[in-house]
């Protein structure tokens, strides 16, 4: 499986911005998909995954305002985030676990201060 992320970009605190991540190849009942996010100087964090099964886990720090979703036809899943703040600024990385990791390339979004 090959990860394309795409949708990061800049957008004013209080925005919305919608990532997608299509996966070429096939996905395996029992995967996961999610996204993660890095912001300068900290480590790489998970922000919300979803099981192929349909089930959802979330960041607290984004509970409420992010929502993830797929489509299975087009392998592709979804990040939308709304509320956007200043502290949401990160690279975010598309994620597909199967017996193991797959990363994206990773797509930055900023939200200044």
């Known amino acids: 499986v090959q990860l394309q992320a795409c949708g990061g970009g800049l957008v004013q605190p209080g925005g919305s911005l919608r990532l997608s991540c299509t996966a070429s190849g096939s996905i395996s009942r029992g995967s996961v998909m999610g996204w993660y996010r890095q912001a300068p100087g900290k480590q790489r964090e998970l922000v919300a995954i979803?099981?192929?099964?349909?089930?959802?886990t979330y960041a607290a720090s984004v509970k409420g305002r992010f929502t993830i979703s797929g489509d299975n036809a087009k392998n592709t899943v979804y990040l939308q985030m709304n509320a956007l703040k200043p502290e949401d600024t990160a690279v975010y990385y598309c994620?597909?676990?199967?017996?193991?990791?797959?990363w994206g390339q990773g797509t930055l979004v900023t939200s200044p201060a």
């Open positions: 979803l099981t192929s099964g349909g089930s959802t």
């Open positions: 994620n597909y676990e199967y017996l193991k990791a797959t």
